[in-house]
Each structure stands twice: as structure tokens, then as C-alpha cells.
């Protein structure tokens, strides 16, 4: 029996599926490579001495799903394939409904015509918004504020109905913001276009591939003015997919984890931590605030560790410096 881990080639699926192959499990991925690169596939199989299983092809399109359960045995399913840039969706936000709930609900339908006991889906902390205090539990009102973001609060309430009236159970991971890659430096973040994110920004300047980080916002109201996230090591979100599919649930029932660290760091704070591990100043200039980013946000992550037995075990020098170990491979390339 395997697991299906669709977008199994991005950035968090390839690193999940090396930990699901460390715990023992067979694995086929489904992807359309439309924002991942076909060469994590050879990495993911040079680091797994495996000649795992991979189906070109949208997670939302009935005949690959066909293809994909009747070709395979499938036990459970990782569910990570779906667009997933803020500024994209706000422009072309039937693009996204579309995609990333059409995907859910033909996937989830697959899945339980097949009578697959579990699924997991890969969902966010961008659920919560800024209407909360930090830190946030799974509790907290979610009020997301992006298409992006209600494609995935409603794929949580999609997959919960779904599972209600099923006998799958169902498990949404809201990941807070993943940095870091394989210690292999094999895998790690390696988007089609223009990386948005900060750590991506930051390594780029490193490498000589941008002249310095814009830091947007130097007047919120935190140690230094600039804007606070809880950073987790990607291998530990991959881990806590594992811990996910391996806790005990009822059939028909559904539940929710936010997975990151607890802690947050500040913008500044991380520019500091990546001259440190990479051995040279970053060049940066304040820059206005990114329309749409909010102040703070970690999260609380009690149930997390109560319910699944997971914590994050990594620091941040670790993501950091596993994150560059990838992104200088890259460059030299
Ligand atoms: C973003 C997404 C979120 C997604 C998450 C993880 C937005 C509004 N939110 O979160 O939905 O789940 O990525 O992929 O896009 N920063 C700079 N300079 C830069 C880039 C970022 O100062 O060049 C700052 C940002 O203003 C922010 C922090 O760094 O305060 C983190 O930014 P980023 O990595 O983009 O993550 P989020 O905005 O938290």
C-alpha cells in the first residue's frame, strides 16, 4: 500500500515524501510540474534509492485520478498540489477558486469512492489573517484575506464535510512559514519563477543574484520595527505529515493543527542570523510595507504536540544554513 502525495515535487510535497520514505512508506507522487522542477524528481529518487512511482498530471482532473487509483494501491493521500501566490490570486481569483477547490473536491471524492481511510491537507496559517493576537490557536477566528487564502480555509471545510459524510478522516496542517531544505541540499525550494518570499530574497543576495533585500516596513510595532513570522525548518513540517498520517482517528472525522515553531523572528533578526551562517554581510535598504502583510503572527502549537506528538526540533542557524546549503548548489549550477 502506498501513500499519494500530490504536488509530491514542490517544495514541502519532496520534502514530505523523504520523510515518508524514512518512515518506511511507499509513496507515488502526482504532479504537473506547473511550479516545481522536473529535476526534483531525480533527486528525490537519488535520495530515496527508490525508482518511486510519478504521474504527470493535475490532482483535479477525474481520468489521471482514475489512472492513479487504479494503477496504484493507495492507503492514504497527501494533498499539497495548488497555486499558491497571494498577488496571483488576487488578480485571477476564479483561477484559483478553481483550481485549488476543483482539485480538493474531485481528489477527495476519488479518494473516498476508493474507501481511503486518510487524507492530509496541506493548508496555512494565511487562514487566520490579522485578526487575531499572536500567538494563534486553531481556535482563533480565521478570516483570510486573500482568494489565496479562502481557497484554503474553504478546502478545510470542503475535506470536513466530506469526511462527515464518509468514512475517511481528515487532517489539515496550517503551516506558518517554511524555510530550510534537505540537509543533503538534494531538495529545497525551487519555485519556476521570481521567488516572493523572504528567505528565498535573502539567499538570492547572497548569491550575488540581486544587489540587496528591500525590507518592507521598518514602523510596526515590534523589537525593531520590523515584521515578526514563526519560521519552521520545512523537514520538520515534512515529519509532522508523518506524525499526522500515523495518529490515531476516527473514521468521519476531521481536525486541524497549526505546525510551526511557537516563537517568532523579526525581519532584521533573520538578515542577522543568515550573515552569521553564511559568512558575510547581507546588503539591505528599508523599504515601505508590502500592502497586505501584517505585523506578527506565531503560532501556538499545544495541540500539535498533545494530539500528534509533534514539535518543531530545528532552530533557525539550521534552517538557514540548510536553506543556503541548497540555494548555493542551485546557483552553481
Ligand atoms: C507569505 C504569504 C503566505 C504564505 C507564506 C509562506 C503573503 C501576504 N503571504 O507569508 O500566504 O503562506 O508566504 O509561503 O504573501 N519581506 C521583506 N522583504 C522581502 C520579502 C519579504 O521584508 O523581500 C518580509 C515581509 O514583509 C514579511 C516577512 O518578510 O514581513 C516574511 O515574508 P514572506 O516570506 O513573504 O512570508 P509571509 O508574508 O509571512
Known amino acids: 500500500m502506498a501513500t499519494l502525495v500530490t504536488g509530491g515535487a514542490g517544495y514541502i510535497g519532496s520534502h514530505t515524501v523523504a520523510a515518508l520514505h524514512d518512515a518506511g512508506r511507499d509513496v507515488v507522487i502526482l504532479d504537473d510540474f506547473s511550479n516545481a522542477a522536473r529535476r ?58 478553481r483550481s485549488n477547490l476543483g482539485s480538493v473536491i474531485s481528489l477527495a471524492a476519488a479518494a473516498i469512492d476508493r474507501g481511503v481511510p486518510r487524507l492530509v491537507f496541506s493548508s496555512s496559517a494565511t487562514v487566520y489573517g490579522s485578526a487575531s493576537a499572536p500567538p494563534v490557536t486553531e481556535d482563533s477566528p480565521t478570516v483570510p484575506e486573500s482568494p489565496y487564502g479562502e481557497t484554503k480555509l ?37 519555485p519556476s519563477g521570481e521567488p516572493a518570499n523572504l528567505v528565498p530574497r535573502i539567499m538570492q543576495v547572497a548569491a550575488g543574484r540581486r544587489d540587496r533585500l ?84 506565531w503560532a501556538d502549537c499545544t495541540r500539535a504536540r498533545d494530539e500528534l506528538g509533534w514539535q518543531a526540533r530545528r532552530d533557525l542557524a539550521q534552517m538557514l544554513a540548510d536553506h543556503w546549503n541548497f540555494a548555493r548548489q542551485q546557483s552553481s549550477c
Do not use: C, W
Not at 494501491?73 to 488578480?91: L, M, Q, T, W
Not at 558575510?280 to 501584517?294: H, L, Q
Open 40 to 97: 526534483a524528481v531525480d533527486s528525490i529518487r537519488s535520495l530515496t534509492r527508490s525508482d518511486l512511482p510519478v504521474v504527470e498530471g493535475d490532482a483535479g482532473d477525474l481520468e489521471v485520478l482514475d489512472a492513479v487509483f487504479d494503477g496504484h494501491r493507495i492507503d492514504s493521500v497527501v494533498h499539497f498540489a495548488a497555486r499558491k501566490s497571494v498577488a496571483e490570486s488576487v488578480s485571477d481569483p476564479l483561477g484559483y477558486y
Open 214 to 297: 528591500e525590507v518592507f516596513g521598518a514602523d510596526y510595532s515590534t523589537v525593531d520595527g520590523t515584521a515578526l513570522r514563526d519560521y519552521v525548518h520545512v523537514m520538520d513540517l515534512a515529519e509532522g505529515h508523518v506524525a499526522a498520517l500515523d495518529a490515531a482517528m476516527t473514521p468521519a472525522s476531521s481536525r486541524v493543527y497549526n505546525l510551526g515553531t511557537g516563537s517568532g523572528t523579526t525581519v532584521l533578526q533573520i538578515l542577522g542570523a543568515a550573515s552569521e551562517v553564511i559568512g558575510s554581510s547581507i546588503p539591505y535598504e528599508m523599504a515601505e510595507r508590502r500592502p497586505g502583510d501584517i505585523e506578527a503572527s
Open 154 to 190: 474553504m478546502g478545510e471545510r470542503i475535506l470536513a464535510d466530506a469526511a462527515a459524510a464518509s468514512e475517511m478522516s481528515v487532517t489539515s496542517l496550517r503551516y506558518f512559514n517554511p524555510v530550510g531544505a534537505h540537509p543533503s541540499g538534494l531538495i529545497g525550494e525551487d
